[in-house]
C-alpha cells in the first residue's frame, strides 16, 4: 500500500491545501503533534524557523510531514522535533542553538 499525504482545513476540503510531495513524513506521540501546534509558538519550531528554512504539516494523529531546500534540513529538523518531547522549552531552544552552530 503507498499512502497518499493530503492537507485540507476543518471541513474536509483542500482549500489551497492539497497532496503534500517530497519531505519527509514520521511519526511521534500524540501529545507532541498537540505542543507542535499549540499557541503560542511551540519553542523548538520557534528556534528553528528562526534559523532556517522549511514546511511543515502536523496531524493530531502524530503525523508530521517536513520539507525543505536540503535533505540535511529536513534531517536536522526533523530530528529536533523528535528529541524535543521531553525537554522543557527553555532546553528546546538551547538544543536548537547548538545545532544551528554546528551547521553553519
Known sequence: MNPELSCTDASGKASEFGSLTGGY???CSSGLARALLSKPTC???EALGKGLSFEIAV????RVWVNAPSHST???VSNA???AEYLSGV????MVEKLLQRVQ
Open 25 to 27: 513524513m514520521f511519526e
Open 43 to 45: 519553542p523548538v519550531l
Open 59 to 62: 496531524g493530531l494523529n502524530g
Open 74 to 76: 529536513v534531517i536536522l
Open 81 to 83: 522535533i523528535m528529541n
Open 91 to 94: 532546553q528546546q531552544k538551547i
